[in-house]
């Protein structure tokens, strides 16, 4: 481990000898600078309410986005980058898919997680498919999630940013709704913490408050109520 750990450091600096910078962000990754990001707050445990009959069936999301997804930046004492170490997370989209879940079903929804299915109508239970169930599918498309040191005063902050494609269909396939949601978190670092699961409860919360999505599950509903005898 330390034999590449000089290895990257000797890389690095032979690159800003030659004239090229040393690396600020693991490649790939979008290049968010969360210290100029005022810090947040996860959303509040929600108010459970009845929100829609339609049974919903999260299928686990996919994770397309680069990696490493971050690093450790210590801006306190470096002499080529910040970038002290990069963080790889290939089942980033696990986490948030669940703090997604737990956020809508805890705001009342009919909301059901399927671990072994990532989008496949026929791979649904049985009792799903007798409810008429939709299916919400995901896949994460960016994500950083970041550790940074500015202060020798301080211990620093957590701060992550991700953006998820979202599709709202019947076991038939049709898709109702479609959309790109994006979420962000910058906390005070906290060993004790889950980021990626409040990061996923801010996503539930912004597909619960987007009006098309909404529209999308009261037509369905609609429609259900409407041919019922």
Sequence with gaps: MR?????????????TLAGCPAPLHPYGVP?????????????????????????????????????PV????????????????????????????EGAFDQLRGLGYRAYKDYSDTGNPALVKGPAQKLGALLLTGRVLRAVHDQVKETDAAPGFEAAYVEVDLVLATLTGEVLWRGTKTAQLKVNFDFGADLLDALGRVLGETLHQDPQFQAALAARGGQKRAVRP
């Design 3 to 15: 034999s590449l750990l000089a290895t990257a450091a000797a890389a690095a600096l032979v690159g």
């Design 70 to 97: 971050g690093g450790l930046y210590d801006w306190t004492s470096y002499n080529v980058s910040p970038l002290y170490r990069t963080y790889y997370h290939p089942d980033i989209a696990v986490p948030l898919w």
């Design 31 to 67: 290049d968010v600078d969360f210290r100029s990001v005022a810090p947040s707050s996860p959303p509040a445990a929600p108010r459970p309410q009845p929100v829609s009959p339609q049974p919903l069936v999260l299928t686990l999301w996919t994770n397309e986005a680069t990696n």
